[in-house]
């Protein structure tokens, strides 16, 4: 485990032109950790990875589609994101590569744009600036309140030492507004988020990037999701994967999730749930995370990584 840490010291896993986002908030995290180390090792669970939009609050059908709805509208436009239609466009990740995907195939460009790449791609940035600072106002307003369990979970892993990170295809800002909710356990928690890393979800990229960063080595580490694709970006980075079903994602295929609950307070999920399923991983068992760091090594470059 010590050559693995030392073959994974910190550095940027970065694409070219990318500023990263993850910031450890404070120095009392570093102590928190340091006197958790050795229980932790004990423990066999490194670190705990959550996605954010439908793991810390179930953000998508009441926040985000309302911001986007409310965005189209200031701009004019007469498209309307209805919940049906919504769900059906959460298969692909990202708020900008959402709305590209949309106006390329379920619908067409506006007419101002349409002949236009560049103006689409400066419309679609725009729209999104625009969807974030809404759908800020509405967390900050409290009507995107965090879900069952996980202001307990957080403070179980705080309080026994172990690193925290939220990965998420969202805007930094947004996530970082959610995480803030959680009050003093934010400082502990390191955002990845938006476009830190080139390709997201299902690209196991952005899980890679927080294990290399919290220096642990990937199948010690357990995912929070709630989405096909975000736990197949778990399983691809060789992470066991908890999956807490949300709003969109309730029918979808979670089969190689190592457990799926409807919240993690049903049935009740904690610390030591999850570390005897990381040590005994069971259905689905993932690898293979190691490997995957290394070809993103020769596919990007040492820059990148």
Same mark, same amino acid.
Request: aromatic residues 6%; proline residues 5%.
């Given at each position: 485990?010590?050559?693995?840490?030392?073959?994974?010291?910190?550095?940027?896993?970065?694409?070219?032109?990318?500023?990263?986002?993850?910031?450890?908030?404070?120095?009392?995290?570093?102590?928190?950790?340091?006197?958790?180390?050795?229980?932790?090792?004990?423990?066999?669970?490194?670190?705990?990875?959550?996605?954010?939009?439908?793991?810390?609050? !179930?953000?998508?059908?009441?926040?985000?589609?309302?911001?986007?709805?409310?965005?189209?509208?200031?701009?004019?436009?007469? !498209?309307?994101?209805?919940?049906?239609?919504?769900?059906?466009?959460?298969? &692909?990740?990202?708020?900008?590569?959402?709305?590209?995907?949309?106006?390329?195939?379920?619908?067409?460009?506006?007419?101002?744009?349409?002949?236009?790449?560049?103006?689409?791609?400066?419309?679609?940035?725009?729209?999104?600036?625009?969807?974030?600072?809404?759908?800020?106002?509405?967390?900050?307003?409290?009507?995107?309140?965090?879900?069952?369990?996980?202001?307990?979970?957080?403070?179980?892993?705080?309080?026994?030492?172990?690193?925290?990170?939220?990965?998420?295809?969202?805007?930094?800002?947004?996530?970082?507004?959610?995480?803030?909710?959680?009050?003093?356990?934010?400082?502990?928690?390191?955002?990845?988020?938006?476009?830190?890393?080139?390709?997201?979800?299902?690209?196991?990229?952005?899980?890679?990037?927080?294990?290399?960063?919290?220096?642990?080595?990937?199948?010690?580490?357990?995912?929070?999701? !709630?989405?096909?694709?975000?736990?197949?970006?778990?399983?691809?980075?060789?992470?066991?994967?908890?999956?807490?079903?949300?709003?969109?994602?309730?029918?979808?295929?979670?089969?190689?999730?190592?457990?799926?609950?409807?919240?993690?307070?049903?049935?009740?999920? &904690?610390?030591? !749930?999850? &570390?005897?399923?990381?040590?005994?991983?069971?259905?689905?068992?993932?690898?293979?995370?190691?490997?995957?760091?290394?070809?993103?090594?020769?596919?990007?470059?040492?820059?990148?990584?």
């Amino acid at each position: 485990m010590a050559a693995f840490v030392s073959a994974l010291a910190p550095s940027v896993f970065l694409g070219e032109g990318v500023k990263p986002v993850a910031v450890c908030r404070s120095r009392s995290t570093h102590v928190r950790r340091a006197r958790g180390v050795s229980q932790r090792v004990s423990m066999g669970l490194d670190a705990l990875l959550f996605d954010c939009d439908g793991v810390l609050a !179930d953000t998508e059908r009441d926040a985000h589609r309302v911001a986007f709805n409310l965005a189209f509208k200031e701009r004019g436009l007469k !498209d309307v994101w209805d919940e049906a239609l919504y769900g059906k466009l959460l298969e &692909t990740g990202g708020g900008k590569e959402r709305m590209t995907a949309y106006w390329s195939s379920e619908s067409s460009w506006p007419e101002d744009v349409a002949k236009d790449s560049d103006a689409q791609k400066e419309m679609v940035k725009e729209l999104h600036a625009r969807k974030t600072a809404i759908f800020m106002e509405l967390v900050d307003s409290g009507k995107v309140p965090l879900r069952p369990g996980v202001a307990r979970l957080v403070g179980e892993a705080s309080e026994a030492g172990v690193p925290m990170a939220v990965c998420s295809t969202s805007n930094e800002k947004a996530v970082q507004r959610i995480v803030d909710q959680l009050g003093e356990a934010a400082e502990g928690i390191q955002v990845f988020a938006g476009d830190v890393v080139p390709k997201k979800k299902p690209s196991p990229d952005i899980y890679l990037l927080a294990a290399i960063k919290l220096g642990v080595d990937p199948q010690k580490v357990c995912v929070i999701e !709630d989405s096909f694709i975000g736990l197949a970006a778990a399983r691809a980075a060789g992470m066991p994967c908890v999956i807490t079903k949300s709003t969109y994602t309730a029918g979808e295929d979670f089969g190689q999730a190592q457990k799926v609950v409807n919240s993690l307070e049903d049935p009740l999920t &904690t610390l030591a !749930d999850l &570390t005897r399923m990381v040590e005994s991983p069971g259905r689905g068992q993932p690898s293979g995370g190691r490997g995957r760091m290394r070809r993103l090594r020769r596919r990007y470059g040492s820059s990148y990584l």
